[in-house]
Each structure stands twice: as C-alpha cells, then as structure tokens.
C-alpha cells in the first residue's frame, strides 16, 4: 500500500521528496474502486505542534485530504515529513498511510467457487500495491480456474475460453479473453497496464461471476423460499419469512 500511495505523489520511495501541496493524482479510489483523478482539499500539520498551512517549513505529522472526482467522496492520509526543501512545500518522507478509509481487497462472494476466489483476493492484494503486472497474471488465472470450473479441459487458455462458445454468451467470451490477454501481456512481454485498465479488468470478472454465479444462486434461494411456502400453506403450517 505505501508503494502505491508514494507512486501517487510522484516518488518511487520512503527518503524521496513528496510535494504536500500537490493539487490533483491518478489513484485507485478507496471508496468507489475506479482508477480517478483526486483533487486536494486540505492538508495541515497534526504534530508535534499544529499548524493549519504548509508556511512553516517544520517537519512532523500532516493529515492530507484528496475527494475522488468521481464519487466525491474523501480519502485521508498521514504523512510524517522532514523540515521543507528551500522556498517549496516538498519535504522528504519518512512514513505515509491512509487512514480514511481503511483499505478494503476486493473480494468475490461465496457463492463464486472458492478457487476463483482465492486467486481473484490475490489480485486484488497486487492492484492494491501497484503491483500491476502480477495482478493482472493473478486474475487471468482467476478466469483460468473459471473456464475449468465451466468444465472446459484443453491445456492453453485460448483454447479453454473457446471451448465455452455456446455455453457462454458471446459478451462473456470476450471479456474471458481480454482478461487472459492482460495477463499475457503483463507475463510474457513485460508490458505494465495502467491502474484503470487493470481496476477496469477485475470490473470485469466481478461482473462475469454475478452473471455466471450470483444471480443463479438468488433464483435457486427464491425458487426454494416460494416452494416452502406453498408447502407450508399446504400443511396449514405458517410459512418462516
């Protein structure tokens, strides 16, 4: 998470120097989930002593505050600092950390099989430390756990993913495959997929499972709740519910 949080501010590690007066980032927002631009609303200096502007050059503790342009909502963080560089508001970083609101993994409901799951969590742990290419190598193996639960049996994804024409609407079968090619991409040739590409990818596995998981099971749930209640009225039993 620190990564990701310093990426977002430009530096690549705790000791670089972090402008506390940066207007606006690309990140993942915490609450909404897309990659966004955030805009600054506030930021000041929490210890050793308060101070509510970047004008003294004072290291210490500073509570930044970013809304997601987005859905508007906000995000804070902690950042403890050194003194200011000459004449700017850049101060070299110590520690960083987002308090508001407590980072969440994305996370598939039960009723998706568990290995999916477990390798869309993985995933979703990578995207959330910038680790890109292996979240996108972690959530083309989640589609690969998906096509072999839909029983398909040949040994490259491709083929797999081609195997479920028929079973799959065609929709499904190209989100199927641009998530395999994410994967390939990020594994193969190296290439790193912005955040929003890969947010936008994890979008669509969640929405592959709602369809292909989720959904079903409701009906089944509500399928099952009506008939006990037609059994109940049968028995003259008052139905649960």
């Not at 929490?46 to 970047?54: C, E, F, T, V």
């Not at 342009?69 to 960083?96: H, M, N, P």
């Not at 049996?153 to 989100?175: A, F």
């Not at 959904?215 to 009506?226: D, F, L, N, Y």
Request: proline fraction near 4%.
């Amino acid at each position: 998470m620190t990564t990701l949080l310093l990426a977002s501010y430009g530096v690549t590690a705790i000791s670089d120097y972090v402008d506390l007066a940066k207007a606006t980032r690309q990140m993942i927002c915490a609450h909404c989930g897309y990659g966004t631009t955030q805009t600054s609303r506030d930021v000041h200096r929490i210890a050793p002593q308060y101070h509510d502007s970047l004008g003294d050059a004072s290291g210490g503790i500073f509570e930044k505050t970013w809304s997601c342009d987005y859905c508007d909502r906000v995000i804070i963080e902690l950042i403890t600092c050194g003194s200011a560089s000459s004449g700017t508001a850049s101060r070299r970083v110590k520690e960083i950390m987002q308090i508001w609101p407590a980072r969440t993994i994305r996370e598939l409901p039960p009723e998706v099989p568990e290995p999916i799951r477990d390798r869309f969590q993985e995933g979703s742990r990578c995207e959330g430390a910038a680790a890109y290419r292996g979240a996108a190598a972690m959530y083309r193996a989640a589609v690969e756990e998906l096509c072999k639960e839909r029983g398909a049996t040949k040994y490259k994804l491709y083929e797999k993913i081609e195997e479920l024409r028929g079973q799959l609407d065609e929709d499904l079968i190209v989100d199927l495959h641009e998530t395999r090619m994410l994967g390939n991409d990020s594994v193969h040739d190296g290439l790193t997929y912005s955040p929003e590409e890969v947010a936008n990818v994890a979008e669509l596995i969640v929405e592959m499972t709602q369809t292909l998981y989720i959904e079903p099971a409701k009906k089944t749930a509500m399928r099952e709740a009506r008939k006990q209640r037609r059994e109940a009225h049968k028995n003259g039993e008052s139905p649960a519910g």
